[in-house]
């Protein structure tokens, strides 16, 4: 019975080395949301980084989009077991955002308009592991998928890549969002299956 076992799952994970255990492959693009779609318009939306001493950076759309951009090709886990392989995506690398910023926070509060939030390490925003993505696929990135602009952070559980991004908190201790107060794992490493706190 083991052996079995062991042999079935080895022969799955050969056949998809890019799929984090316990994760299945979709070739849809579910939409998953805590709440309502807030629409944005981008004559009004901006991004802030604050590091607790008032906002240090802001940009408004037409500044963002001034920023150097570039075309991510990446897989995204979703902790209710979906994963989607080969995703493309435009947009401003996290290091460009986070150049100016002078911290000895280590840890961040992402913050969403509708009010939605997310904890991440900062190291775990730079060194070209994450970007605010306003295109999926050669497109504008869809209202249901975040758009004008989203956090992309695909190497972690794709909770963390969080939608309609309003700005990011750099703080000092690893406090929970939104999911992570309600059981989501506080790191949230698909290949360790950190689901669950
Ligand atoms: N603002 C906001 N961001 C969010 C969420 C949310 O409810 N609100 N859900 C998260 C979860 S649990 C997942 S799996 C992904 C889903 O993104 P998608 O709807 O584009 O597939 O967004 C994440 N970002
Ligand atoms: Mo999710």
Not at 90 to 99: E, Y
Not at 120 to 131: I, M
Not at 168 to 177: F, L, R
Request: net charge negative.
């Amino acid at each position: 019975m083991g052996i079995f076992t062991r042999g079935f799952t080895g022969r799955a994970r050969e056949q998809n080395p890019n799929l984090p255990p316990g994760q299945f492959l979709t070739e849809g693009f579910p939409v998953l949301s805590a709440g309502p779609t807030p629409r944005i318009d981008t004559a009004t939306w901006e991004f802030t980084i604050s590091t607790g001493a008032g906002a240090v950076q802001r940009w408004n759309w037409d500044e963002f989009m001034a920023l150097p951009s570039e075309e991510i090709a990446t897989d995204i886990h979703c902790v209710t077991r979906w994963s989607k392989l080969g995703t493309t995506w435009r947009g401003v690398s996290l290091d460009t955002l986070f150049a100016g910023v002078e911290t000895t926070n280590e840890y961040t509060m992402v913050h969403s308009y509708g009010g939605y939030t997310t904890n991440v390490p900062l190291e775990d925003l730079t060194g070209g592991k994450a970007w605010v993505a306003f295109e999926f696929d050669g497109e504008p990135l869809a209202p249901e998928h975040g758009g004008p602009a989203r956090l992309l952070v695909p190497h972690l559980y794709f909770w963390k890549s969080a939608k309609w991004v309003r700005g990011i908190e750099t703080t000092s201790d690893d406090d929970p969002g939104f999911w992570e107060q309600n059981g989501y794992h506080l790191y949230g490493d698909p290949w360790r299956e950190q689901r669950y706190s």
